[in-house]
């Protein structure tokens, strides 16, 4: 299979690959498909005090159009707020990286890995005010 | 054969070998010179084109120990495959409907069941165990009054284990019924004595062995004779099993590749095996790596192995500078995985895992011992990359993980 040169690019030179700490409240982790389907993506976000993505990692097991889909939306993702990063779409890494049709789905499992790690930073921080209000209640 | 190192290294010889110089000199003249219809019998140009592919017929019943008259000249094993279960199964249908082969065959034989099972048979495809291998005690149970023909394969293409053929013969025989078996991955490689065994039907290809492709003959046994119903009509070639003009630059390709293979078999096998064994003893030096079927009924030019944790299309490209396949269809359209190694029970991770590794003639020890570096380099890259290569450093039992299918 001929690879576009951005995809043979992504794939020789990686960007941002590594891991952050799942426990940092400041991280939002994001794992998606499975090692039956042949790829497997974690992406991971570090969003600051304002909201915006400042830093992100991933790691994916799959094909080439794979790995080049999930380190272009690390890229794209920083200086973005969280819901800007949420609404990067598929078809816009399909076109960026020139994926053929049989590599679509490589796309939309980047942009799931995107919705799964704001998701995931959502939910801790729901969970951290919560957990702030109790003690109050209970003082009063 | 002390050459230097080209790159890329060719290490795919099941797909295909290259064409041995010796086999292109003795080609070239009957394309220019000998031109001759070998059909024509009113000049010396066909007498001369009809001698060679005789000449032909005699080198391959030489291998593989028959009659050169019970050898009709195809285009490929493909081609044999299709006319030995399709003529059989056609020209025996009033004796029973039933077929039965293994869920690992190629896929010329197991596409030509599923035709044959739209022209009313039935068939029955065997599961293997978990070394590829085929338990005669499931096919002896799995045949019936009305089982016609049972087809096994020699060689297995992926993972190279060799099939127990002569026992497998002897319970067909037993029984009356047609044994044919696809040897396109066994000439040059195994001992192949049609004397002893019990096989009626067997097909062969050139370009697996060092010959052209487009080129393969089909052997039908004659004591107890065995019937076919032709499925290519016109001038009656071949006894009428296979009509059209004989490819005779290809055929006496297809002999004097199959003549070498006779002299030189037993020391390539060899010397093939010494070099396989180093390079499984240096892909084992990294952690999580499996061999696919068993090794020691096995050619020794094959090496099937799972990479645990590295998906299969991202390290065929990765080693860019080895070419070999892939057991995961990722490649195609499908992203199913190997079909064969999916019969042996290994997980999909596995088998979207795996790259088979396939030495030849050619094949040289500096080549080897590149691979085996470049390998390394090029797994611990891509599990740096992988986050189930993380989880299972972290002790996480990746079979326990609930995954969301997509």
Redesign the interface.
Known sequence: MAYSEKVLDHYENPRNVGSFDKGDESVGTGMVGAPACGDVMKLQIKVGKDGVIEDARFKTYGCGSAIASSSLVTEWVKGKKLDEAASIRNTQIAAELSLPPVKIHCSILAEDAIKAAVEDYKKKHVKEEKAEAIPETTRA | MKRPLTLPIYLDNSATTPVDPRVAQKMIPFLTEHFGNPASRSHAFGWKAEEAVEQAREQVAALVRCDAKELVWTSGATESINLALKGAAEFYKTKGKHLITVRTEHKATLDTMRELERRGFEATYLEVGADGLLDLNQLESALRKDTILVSVMFVNNEIGVIQDIPAIGELCRKRGILFHVDAAQATGKCDLDLQALKVDLMSFSAHKTYGPKGVGALYVRRKPRVRLEAQMHGGGHERGFRSGTLASHQIVGMGEAFRLAKLEMAVERERVRAMRDQLLAGMNQMEEVFVNGDLERRVPHNLNLSFN???G??LI?AVKDIAVSSG?A????S?E?SYVLRALGR???LA?SSIRFTLGRFTTQAEVDYTVDHLRTKVAKLR???????MHKEGID?STVQ????
């Open positions: 944790f590295v998906e299309e991202s490209m995961s990722c490649t195609s359209a992203l995985p997980s999909d991770e979207h740096d990359l992988s986050p189930l290569w993380e990746l995954w969301a299918a997509h």
